[in-house]
T-cell receptor, first 113, second 112 residues
Framework: DGGITQSPKYLFRKEGQNVTLSCEQNLNHDAMYWYRQDPGQGLRLIYYSQIVNDFQKGDIAEGYSVSREKKESFPLTVTSAQKNPTAFYLC????????????FGEGSWLTVV | QQQVKQSPQSLIVQKGGISIINCAYE??????FPWYQQFPGKGPALLIA?????SEKKEGRFTISFNKSAKQFSLHIMDSQPGDSATYFC???????????FGGGTRVLVKP
């Protein structure tokens, strides 16, 4: 089945540790995105990438890093510099310039303990 | 700067009633306005979307109304059902990266 796979679904991290969230898509989409969602809040853009080996900061990039070495993969690293990392993280993707629809994965819950 | 403002934050409607959610935007470069539905613990799913060249779009029980001059758009859920209970997000995007800017969300509860 085509789709966006995020892993792990649930992750616990100790303060001071970096953690990487995986996002893989087999939709052959060009663009990929990472959003953060806090409980009862809207979605805020962390990073996005329109092509391989290129990515741009979103609205809340501080404390996060990404890479886009392959078209189908866009991992997000939450670093120890992120002051409030506990949140629901959503990966999304979009077809090239001819499509506007952005599709989301099922999300990853990160809790800092 | 909140570029897309959504109201109300929550809404309770009786089964069979109409749910209405409103959004306002500031950036006139936005040219695509989708609505997403999200169930607890799940990723948002596209519900319906509209472009500014039309004033209304209907898909089943869901209708988007769009007012370009007022920079406002709204979602109407007709004949609301308990299965419609979810959080609804409006969003907007323009040419720059086609990244979506989301409203704050509306939690809808449909009572049987």
């Amino acid at each position: 089945d085509g789709g966006i796979t995020q892993s792990p679904k649930y992750l616990f991290r100790k303060e001071g540790q970096n953690v990487t969230l995986s996002c893989e898509q087999n939709l052959n989409h060009d663009a990929m995105y990472w959003y953060r969602q806090d409980p009862g809040q809207g979605l805020r853009l962390i990073y996005y990438s329109q092509i391989v080996n290129d990515f741009q900061k979103g609205d809340i990039a501080e404390g996060y890093s990404v890479s886009r070495e392959k078209k189908e993969s866009f991992p997000l690293t939450v670093t120890s510099a992120q002051k409030n990392p506990t949140a629901f993280y959503l990966c999304a993707s979009r077809r090239g310039s001819s499509g506007n629809t952005i599709y989301f994965g099922e999300g990853s819950w990160l809790t800092v303990v | 700067q909140q570029q897309v403002k959504q109201s109300p934050q929550s809404l309770i409607v009786q089964k069979g009633g109409i749910s209405i959610i409103n959004c306002a935007y500031e950036n006139t470069a936005f040219d695509y306005f989708p609505w997403y539905q999200q169930f607890p613990g799940k990723g948002p799913a596209l519900l319906i979307a509209i472009r500014p060249d039309v004033s209304e779009k209907k898909e089943g029980r869901f209708t988007i109304s769009f007012n370009k001059s007022a920079k406002q758009f709204s979602l109407h859920i007709m004949d609301s059902q308990p299965g419609d209970s979810a959080t609804y997000f409006c969003a907007a995007s323009g040419a720059a990266g086609n990244k979506l800017t989301f409203g704050g969300g509306t939690r809808v509860l449909v009572k049987p």
